[in-house]
Every structure is written in structure tokens, then in C-alpha cells.
């Protein structure tokens, strides 16, 4: 193969590697996403009231017990002043009015708080009625969402297995050495074909051997993980691999739409079109680069 030919497949195979990532990751996200949908919420009983009737009793024996002084005392006053003093007909008559007024008077205060009360707790299980109904709404819209984001997942997953199959074809080719099949170290090897950096492998000067001494020396990041922790640190260094990731995360939110969180049936709509563009990107990805198969069989005969 000419140096060409191995920058050329270097690309096809770190694009591979970019949507197994990107795939793997929106798959994450979306069953993340798709779990978190479609469960009842927890709503608290209302906290009701209650008005307790032996004290509401014993404010009005006792209101009526004092009203029937009061009224007893009055009634002497006015029967001693006009001269009749002691009448015991007018003080039973006093007594009986004031028990009777202030028992009247106790049990309408009575009432109205019962009254009072009853209205709070009929506004707080109707405000606990409209909690229970706003929440099945939602329910049952997330459940609409759950449906449509479930078929998006299984599509994704399809991708992923499909893309993955290709990409193990690609490495089957034993073009680049089992070591090295992973994305970092292909974005470092293409970069340095690309660059004219390097014009083979193996060798003093060789792509793996500038691979494994600048890993060393710590001028390039060699584990993934590490590279997405300081994805802007790398730019420089491993310009290759930094788009790539820079690309993928930028899909991976389009295909999940996880920034808003929403459950909105218009959501899931766009996210269809979405996939289906993906779909016909990552199909014509896939095709061009299982054409390496008859390039190297050609190569081979």
C-alpha cells in the first residue's frame, strides 16, 4: 500500500472508531433517558383538619354556665333596684336568658369554625385531586415519548452492532497491529500519515515507534478516558483525535437531545429526522469502507 493508501484507510477506520463511540455513548444517554420516563410521581395525602366536638361541648356548657350567672346577677341588679329583692322567678328567668344567649352565641362560634374547616379541607383534597391528575397527564404524554425514544434506542443499538462488525472487518485486514486498534492510537497513526510525519509503520521512524515514544514523554494522551477529561488540552498535540471527539460529542447530543430534558411528542418527531440523516451518513460510511476489502484483496492477488 502506498502512503496514500494507509492515510486514506486510517481515516476510514478512526471514522468507524468516531461513530462506535458516538453510538455507544448516545445509547447510554438514551436509556438513561428512556428509564427515567413514564413513572408517577409522589404526591402526599392532603393534611386534613380536624375539629374536635367534646371541646367544642365543653366551650358551650361552660359559656352556658357562665352566661346563666351572668344572667342571674343581671336580673337581681335590676329586680333589687326596682324594689323586689330576691324574686326567685326573676333570677331563674335571668339565669335562663343568659344560658340561653350565651349558649346560642358559643355554638354559632362553634359552627363557623366547624364551617371554616371544612372548606380548608375541601380545598386542600381538591388541590390534592388536580396534583393527581396533572401528574397522570404527564405520565401518560412521558409514556407517548417512551415509546417513540424506545424505537430510536433499538435503532442506535442496530448501528452500533452493524458499525462495529465493519469495523472488525476493517482490522481483520491486519493492516495496523493489534495493539494499536483502538481510537486513540489510529488518530495518532493517521495524523502522522496525513502530516507526512511518517511513511510506514514499523522502523526507527516508523508511525508506531513515534507513537510509543511520544506516549512516554507524555506529549500525547493514550488512554481515551483520560483524553475526554482534557479534551481542550489535546488540540495541539493530537489535532486528529480531538476533532473527532469535538464531532462525536456534538452528534451525540442531536441524537439523544438530552440538553433540555422535555418530554414533547414534536421532540421526539425532530429526533427521528435526525437519526434518519445519521442513518443515511453512517450507511455510506459503513459502504466506503468495506470497499477496502476488495482494494486489499486486489492488492493481495
Excluded at 132 to 157: C, G, P, Q, W
Excluded at 226 to 234: F, H, K, R, S, T
Amino acid at each position: 500500500m502506498t502512503t496514500y493508501e494507509i492515510s486514506q484507510y486510517l481515516q476510514d477506520v478512526l471514522e468507524l472508531e468516531k461513530h462506535v463511540y458516538t453510538l455507544d455513548k448516545a445509547a447510554d444517554k438514551a436509556k438513561t433517558y428512556i428509564n427515567g420516563l413514564g413513572h408517577s410521581g409522589h404526591i402526599g395525602q392532603p393534611k386534613m383538619e380536624e375539629y374536635r366536638n367534646e371541646g367544642s361541648f365543653i366551650l358551650i356548657t361552660i359559656g352556658a354556665i357562665i352566661g346563666a350567672f351572668a344572667g342571674w346577677v343581671i336580673f337581681l341588679i335590676i329586680f333589687v333596684a326596682s324594689g323586689v329583692f330576691l324574686n326567685p322567678l326573676g333570677q331563674l328567668i335571668g339565669a335562663v336568658t343568659g344560658a340561653i344567649i350565651s349558649y346560642r352565641r358559643n355554638a354559632r362560634s362553634v359552627s363557623q369554625e366547624t364551617r371554616k374547616v371544612e372548606e380548608s379541607n375541601i380545598e386542600e383534597n381538591q388541590k390534592y385531586l388536580a396534583a393527581i391528575a396533572k401528574d397522570n397527564a404527564r405520565v401518560a404524554k412521558e409514556l407517548t415519548t417512551k415509546s417513540e425514544m424506545t424505537e430510536n434506542y433499538n435503532f442506535i443499538l442496530d448501528k452500533l452492532d452493524e458499525t462495529n462488525e465493519v469495523l472488525d472487518k476493517l482490522y481483520e485486514l491486519n493492516i495496523v497491529h493489534p495493539k494499536y486498534r483502538n481510537m486513540v492510537a489510529v488518530a495518532s497513526l493517521y495524523e502522522y500519515f496525513e502530516t507526512g510525519r511518517c511513511t510506514t509503520f514499523s522502523g526507527a521512524d516508523g508511525a508506531y515507534n513515534l507513537y510509543e515514544s511520544e506516549s512516554r514523554q507524555d506529549k500525547i494522551i493514550s488512554q481515551l478516558d483520560a483524553v475526554i477529561y482534557n479534551l481542550e488540552d489535546i488540540r495541539n498535540g493530537q489535532f486528529a483525535l480531538y476533532s473527532a471527539l469535538n464531532e462525536a460529542n456534538y452528534k451525540i447530543g442531536r441524537l439523544t437531545q438530552m440538553s433540555e430534558l422535555s418530554v414533547s411528542y414534536a421532540k421526539s418527531t425532530n429526533q427521528n429526522s435526525e437519526i434518519a440523516a445519521y442513518n443515511a451518513q453512517l450507511t455510506a460510511q459503513n459502504t466506503n469502507a468495506l470497499t477496502w476489502i476488495t482494494i486489499i484483496d486486489s492488492i493481495v492477488d
